[in-house]
Every structure is written in structure tokens, then in C-alpha cells.
């Protein structure tokens, strides 16, 4: 069973920060790339960030130069740091992490249960 584990959500005004982490945990053989979304009421949910195997970020537009993406490969873990935080940054962001459960198999993708961060003006 493979489980992702999200937390370091809240609500802050805009200006401020916050830092998601988000832990993979069970039975599995590898962890590929890690990424961050967030689905806004009533919107889709959309790619934030991701960082794959090689330390390779991709970062969404809307975001870029607020918020970083890294990960601790020892911990399984991902995280997003996420500066000037703006009212349209509110969202339940939600990890994806695409894991091997075993050398022979291709991998999956995974979800966190979400985390929501909400900003207010």
C-alpha cells in the first residue's frame, strides 16, 4: 500500500508564506517525478510544479518566482515553498508522486488527500 501524506496547509494573508511537504510511505521500489496542483472551487485541477529524479523543475507561470519546488530523496518527500502568497493562490493543493512499486513494474501515479491553503486580501 502506498500512501502520500500532505501537510503545512493554513490560512495566512497575502504577503505571507507557506511550505507544503508532502511524505510517500508503504511498500514500493522507486519514486520518479514528484509534483504539486491545486484545484480551485470551481476550476480544474492544474500542474504547479514538479521536480523529477534529476532535480529537474518545471514551474507553472502563474507561480514562477514565488514558489519552489525541491525534494529529499532520503525522506521520500517533496516540498513547495510558497512566498508573497496571493488570494488567487487559494486552492486545495494536492501531491502527485509517480512510484514503481517493484524493479520489473512501470510506474504509477499517486495522490495525496489534499491540503487546503487559503489566502485572504
Known amino acids: 500500500q502506498v500512501q502520500l501524506v500532505e501537510s503545512g496547509g493554513g490560512a495566512v494573508e497575502a504577503g505571507e508564506s507557506l511550505k507544503l511537504s508532502c511524505t510517500a510511505s508503504?511498500?514500493?521500489?522507486?519514486?520518479?517525478?514528484m509534483s504539486w496542483y491545486r484545484q480551485a472551487p470551481g476550476k480544474q485541477r492544474a500542474l504547479v510544479a514538479s521536480?523529477?529524479?534529476?532535480?529537474?523543475?518545471n514551474i507553472a507561470d502563474s507561480v514562477k518566482g514565488r514558489f519552489t519546488v525541491s525534494r529529499d530523496n532520503t525522506k521520500n518527500a517533496v516540498y513547495l515553498q510558497m512566498n508573497s502568497l496571493q488570494p488567487e493562490d487559494t486552492a486545495v493543493y494536492y501531491c502527485n508522486a509517480d512510484i514503481s512499486r517493484t524493479p520489473w513494474s512501470g510506474p504509477l501515479g499517486f495522490w495525496g488527500q489534499g491540503t487546503q491553503v487559503t489566502v485572504s486580501s
Open positions: 521536480i523529477d529524479t534529476f532535480f529537474n523543475r
Open positions: 508503504g511498500s514500493f521500489f522507486s519514486i520518479d517525478a
